[in-house]
T-cell receptor
């Protein structure tokens, strides 16, 4: 149980285009999902918290107009990188909040490698 | 402001020996701590956690120790196995407000046969 998928697993795009990444909780409902970014050899940095049916909460320094988050259902959140540039190339990971052992836990997706040319 | 720090970027241990990974935090509001294991190009997988009301939690070969006064936690793996080679992240959160995880920088553990 508690499986989270991401699609696509990797994507290469041209500078200036937009890319959408999907995060799905496959066997549980998640009112809250999180989006992280990881640059090589660095930590996972939280970008935003996505709540179903409401606007996402962005961390300081993350441009909400550039990283559009939509959490339209209890099993799906999407991250759209708009007008992508080479500096947006990174590993994007989502997580979904669910219950494990009576406690709230985050279950992580496998990540999406974005390369912007 | 790095609230969770893993000061050792890498660690090499011989198979069968004990691996000890360390983590320090600065935010005294953190009351729940987790360790994740991560392979390249994959998402983190949960390993073990500990609440601030405890100072030790054990699960098979993995034990996490928490020293609240020193704001320090450690993960012990014994005996270490080649399959344990991965990057290990510690993470912390508070039980109040948003359930945001703050991650350390990670430690790459290599188990040598």
């Amino acid at each position: 149980g508690a499986v989270v998928s991401q699609h696509p697993s990797w994507v290469i795009c041209k500078s200036g285009t937009s890319v959408k990444i999907e995060c799905r909780s496959l066997d549980f409902q998640a009112t809250t999902m999180f989006w992280y970014r990881q640059f090589p050899k660095q930590s996972l940095m939280l970008m935003a918290t996505s709540n179903e049916g409401s606007k996402a909460t962005y961390e300081q320094g993350v441009e909400k107009d550039k990283f559009l988050i939509n959490h339209a259902s209890l099993t799906l959140s999407t991250l759209t990188v708009t007008s992508a540039h080479p500096e947006d190339s990174s590993f994007y990971i989502c997580s979904a909040e669910g219950l494990a052992g009576g406690r709230s836990e985050q279950f992580f997706g496998p990540g999406t490698r974005l390369t912007v040319l | 402001d790095q609230q969770v720090k893993q000061n050792s970027p890498s660690l090499s241990v011989q198979e069968g020996r004990i691996s000890i990974l360390n983590c320090d935090y600065t935010n005294s509001m953190f009351d729940y701590f987790l360790w994740y294991k991560k392979y390249p190009a994959e998402g983190p997988t949960f390993l073990i956690s500990i609440s601030s009301i405890k100072d030790k939690n054990e699960d098979g070969r993995f034990t996490v120790f928490l020293n609240k006064s020193a704001k320090h936690l450690s993960l012990h793996i014994v005996p270490s196995q080649p399959g344990d080679s991965a990057v290990y992240f510690c993470a912390a959160k508070t039980s109040q407000g948003a359930q945001k995880l703050v991650f350390g920088q990670g430690t790459r553990l290599t188990i040598n046969p």
